[in-house]
C-alpha cells in the first residue's frame, strides 16, 4: 500500500499532490516537484535561478528528512526550468548538495512554471535505507 506525507516543517500544498509519496515497504519515496517556496509559501529569488536552485534543494532535503532520508539517497531528480542556460550555470550549487555517485538527471526547458516568478522546479526519486527509514508523523493512508 502507498502512503502519502505533507511534513509540518515545509510549505503546505495547496493542489490537488502531496510533498511526497511512499511505495510498498516505505523504501523508495516520491517527492513533488519542488519549487522556490519558503515554509509559508512565498516565492524566494524571483526570477533568479541559482537563488531558486539552493532553495528547491534545501526544500527536497527538508522533505526527505522526514522520512530519515538523505541527499544521497536520491536516485533521480528531472528539472524543469524556463531558462536552460541559466540553469546549467548552477552546477556549483548543485555539488553543495550531491557529491558522486550522482543521481540521473533528466533536464527539460519548459515555457513557463505555474507563477511567472519561478524558473526551476525539481522532482525526485529517493531509496532510503531499511535502517533510517521511519514512517513520517503526518503520513496517511492512500488508495483506501
Given at each position: 500500500?502507498?502512503t502519502?506525507c505533507?511534513?509540518?516543517?515545509?510549505?503546505?500544498p495547496?493542489?490537488?499532490?502531496?510533498?511526497?509519496?511512499?511505495?510498498?515497504?516505505?523504501?523508495?519515496?516520491?517527492?513533488?516537484?519542488?519549487?522556490?517556496?519558503?515554509?509559508?509559501?512565498?516565492?524566494?529569488?524571483?526570477?533568479?535561478?541559482?537563488?531558486?536552485?539552493?532553495?528547491?534543494?534545501?526544500?527536497?532535503?527538508?522533505?526527505?528528512?522526514?522520512?530519515?532520508?538523505?541527499?544521497?539517497?536520491?536516485?533521480?531528480?528531472?528539472?524543469?526550468?524556463?531558462?536552460?542556460?541559466?540553469?546549467?550555470?548552477?552546477?556549483?550549487?548543485?555539488?553543495?548538495?550531491?557529491?558522486?555517485?550522482?543521481?540521473?538527471?533528466?533536464?527539460?526547458?519548459?515555457?513557463?512554471?505555474?507563477?511567472?516568478?519561478?524558473?526551476?522546479?525539481?522532482?525526485?526519486?529517493?531509496?532510503?535505507?531499511?535502517?533510517?527509514?521511519?514512517?513520517?508523523?503526518?503520513?496517511?493512508?492512500?488508495?483506501?
Amino acid at each position: 500500500m502507498a502512503t502519502s506525507c505533507n511534513p509540518d516543517n515545509i510549505w503546505q500544498p495547496f493542489g490537488a499532490f502531496s510533498m511526497m509519496v511512499i511505495q510498498g515497504s516505505g523504501q523508495v519515496v516520491h517527492l513533488k516537484g519542488q519549487v522556490s517556496l519558503d515554509a509559508s509559501g512565498a516565492i524566494v529569488g524571483p526570477g533568479d535561478m541559482r537563488t531558486q536552485v539552493r532553495q528547491v534543494l534545501t526544500n527536497i532535503k527538508i522533505v526527505l528528512a522526514a522520512a530519515g532520508g538523505k541527499m544521497s539517497d536520491i536516485i533521480s531528480l528531472t528539472h524543469y526550468t524556463t531558462d536552460i542556460q541559466a540553469f546549467m550555470q548552477t552546477g556549483d550549487i548543485r555539488q553543495e548538495f550531491f557529491a558522486e555517485p550522482y543521481p540521473v538527471t533528466t533536464t527539460v526547458e519548459v515555457a513557463a512554471l505555474y507563477n511567472a516568478d519561478l524558473v526551476i522546479e525539481i522532482t525526485a526519486v529517493a531509496e532510503i535505507p531499511e535502517e533510517r527509514y521511519k514512517t513520517p508523523a503526518q503520513v496517511k493512508a492512500m488508495h483506501l
